[in-house]
């Protein structure tokens, strides 16, 4: 074995030689960024932010030392979370992908008021070799101290940041004890905005929409539909949105401003750093002002929605079903969801006949039937046997319908009590139903939309009775039928 003195001197290789910046002085200039962000699109702090961004570009493009790698901004957006700060998630990027060296921003609180996520983003940056440059502070990220003292300054501006939220939370709720409006956003709410002096005004071309819907919901459309109707008829979303959706119609149709009022903290931020939201279900109190701007619909009319909507909910309670508007049946099944089984209360549903004679037609049968001719039934089905073809249904309309112009003097004091009753809903259901009586007459098929507006549910009865209800509280006579089970 050769000893140490006679082994020899390992010959190394260098790959990647380091590139020579002497003969190339813009290599060795630092690649340096500035972030500026202001929380609110305020005139003033927007006025900050351009003298920032300038400062900033001209600082970096005279340093000889520097080159200059651009200036990313973010405009009203809140420091407490980097969920929208676009800006600031697209500089990491590049840093990331190695086209900056160094960012400088004005302070810690530009940065960031969240302190786990600061320190998150500076630890991120510190192992790409990145520094970041707190010029308030003279702090340097890449420094053996940098880390203590950020962490200690982020911890104070994230505490700054609770203790102003906490601040402008009592300072709205005082307003809110006083009503006033100044605060609400109105130009995010269809229909409403404010002019010039501050007053809330009503867009009319904007409420004409909130008009329409109101409308069509208590003729019998559905949210999905009104919504589908909407986009088209290529009706523009006041808020800029592509389309609507079911859930801009439910929250036009259930707030309460549209009626003139108001009700304040009906909801209620947990986290001032995260902004999550909660229904406010009694842990602050609320406060409601009557008569506090323009209304756009009437008072009885919001409440009539609201009492046809507690209607449907009931409606699907007592019928064992999750959802009331059948709307995309309306072409061929336009009753679906409006028979009822009389012996259990649960809804036809369309079937099939498997019968040779009959093979492949549509029926409606009781959907908690089950024939105990084949298997044996289960405890609590229905023994309602009585089917109903789609033609036969609408038939039992027709002649219920041409019923009620028949014999008007019978069915319409029955209206007249209802609409001297305190019932919203079912005065205006039978100023509506005589008023449609009226201008409609006798009808030979079925109209959809008037089905729509004044049906409530057809009832098959286990002998073959069937009653129609109308949603003035009007019931007709009773109307015989044999069809039977197919087997």
Known sequence: ????????????????????????????????????????????????????????????????????????????????????????????????????????TKSL?????????CLNSLRDLKALGVDVYFEKENIHSLRSE?????????????????????????????????????SI??????????????????????????RRVYDEFLSGYGPDKIAQRLNQEHIPHANGGRRWECCHITGMLTNEKYK????FQKRLITDPLTKKQIFNKGQLPQ???????????????????????????????????????HARHES???????????????????????????KGKKYYMCRNYQSGYRIEPKPGSCCNSKLITPLEAENIFISAWNRLVDEKETYFPESQQTMEGKDLLQAYRGRELIRLVQEV?????????????TLDHIEIGVDGRVETVFQAGIRTNFYKFQMDYLC
Not at 166 to 177: A, F, H, L, P, T
């Open 185 to 210: 956003p109105w130009k995010n709410i269809t229909g409403y905005d404010k002019n010039e002096t501050g007053e809330v005004v009503i867009v009319e071309e904007q409420a004409t929409i909130v």
């Open 146 to 182: 940098g880390e203590l003292l950020i962490t200690l300054i982020s911890a104070i501006a994230e505490s700054e940041s609770l203790a102003l939220s906490e601040n402008v939370k009592w300072g709205k709720r005082r307003k809110y004890e006083k009503g006033d409006i100044g």
């Open 1 to 104: 074995m050769a000893s140490i003195k006679e082994r020899r001197p390992r010959k190394i290789t260098v790959l990647y030689p380091l590139p020579n910046t002497k003969d190339n002085p813009e290599k060795s200039l630092k690649r340096v960024a500035a972030y500026c962000r202001v929380s609110s699109r305020s005139e003033e702090q927007m006025e900050s932010l351009h003298a920032q961004v300038a400062y900033y570009e001209k600082h970096i493009k005279e340093h000889p030392e520097y080159s200059f790698a651009g200036i990313y901004t973010d405009e009203g957006i809140t420091g407490t979370s980097l969920l929208k700060r676009e800006a600031f998630k697209g500089m990491l990027q590049d840093a990331r992908s190695g086209h900056i060296d160094m960012i400088i």
């Open 441 to 453: 007459e006798y009808i030979d098929a079925m109209p959809y939309e008037l089905m729509l507006k």
């Open 332 to 358: 061929t099944l336009p009753l679906t969801g409006k028979i009822v089984c009389g012996h259990c209360g649960h809804l036809y549903k369309i079937t099939v006949s498997n019968r040779r004679l009959d």
């Open 287 to 325: 406060y409601y002002c009557m008569d506090s701007h323009p209304a756009i619909v009437e008072s009885s009319t919001w409440e009539c929605v609201k009492q046809e909507s507690e209607r449907q909910k009931n409606y699907c309670k007592e019928h064992f079903t999750s959802q009331y508007h």
């Open 260 to 263: 003139g009022h108001i009700k």
């Open 109 to 117: 609180s530009r940065f960031g008021r969240n302190t786990v996520d």
